[in-house]
């Protein structure tokens, strides 16, 4: 079901610079034999295969939460469908520190997501998982980034609508999670 995806954009997951997201074009379990090989002198194996929700994020390497944010991001894709005029939205994991867990940017239909931030909080992978999930809603809502500057100058950021329907998307995360965690 995710290779699917994979095949209709191969474009989202050519490998565009450092920071772009590479994730398991040759299948899941290449990836994964690719992990093991590299990790295994470090002993941090156990992660590479039994990672889960309550999982640190700061315990996770930048390709393994790569792999996550990949899983979580089809997931969206299978589950919430995309918008057949704009495509699929762009994903970057940003290895950059930042004030910001994740933005997404209408105009250039692109979800940023920044790890950092979550390691530097002490989140698991449970936060990682709604933060992708409530960033890829709003590659959904309608309107460009003008319509959300003027409801956050309105409403504020917290009461801004499309931030109160894209936060209630977050408690999907454990659904997502069943769907993934093998993959995990
Ligand atoms: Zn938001």
Redesign the pocket.
């Known amino acids: 079901m995710v290779n699917k995806y994979l095949k209709v954009n191969p474009k989202l997951y050519v490998h565009q610079g450092p920071e772009w997201l590479i994730p398991y074009c040759g299948g899941i379990s290449t990836f994964n034999n690719k992990y093991k090989q590299k990790y295994k002198k470090l002993k941090i194996i156990h992660y590479l295969c039994g990672m889960n929700c309550n999982t640190k994020v700061s315990d996770c390497s930048y390709e393994e939460l790569s792999h996550v944010i990949g899983l979580t991001y089809d997931w969206c894709v299978e589950t919430m469908g995309y918008k057949k005029k704009r495509g699929f939205p762009d994903l970057k994991v940003s290895k950059k520190k930042n004030s910001y867990y994740a933005?997404?940017v209408r105009d250039t239909h692109r979800i940023t997501i920044f790890p950092a931030t979550f390691s530097h909080h002490k989140h698991t992978l449970k936060k990682l998982i709604a933060i992708v999930i409530?960033?890829y809603?709003?590659t959904l809502q309608k309107g460009g980034d003008e319509k959300y500057i003027k409801l956050s100058e309105k409403y504020g950021y917290w009461n801004n609508p499309?931030?109160v329907d894209?936060?209630s998307y977050e408690k999907n995360w454990n659904i997502c999670y069943k769907q993934i965690k093998d993959k995990l």
């Open positions: 933005y997404y409530h960033e809603r709003h499309l931030e894209a936060r």
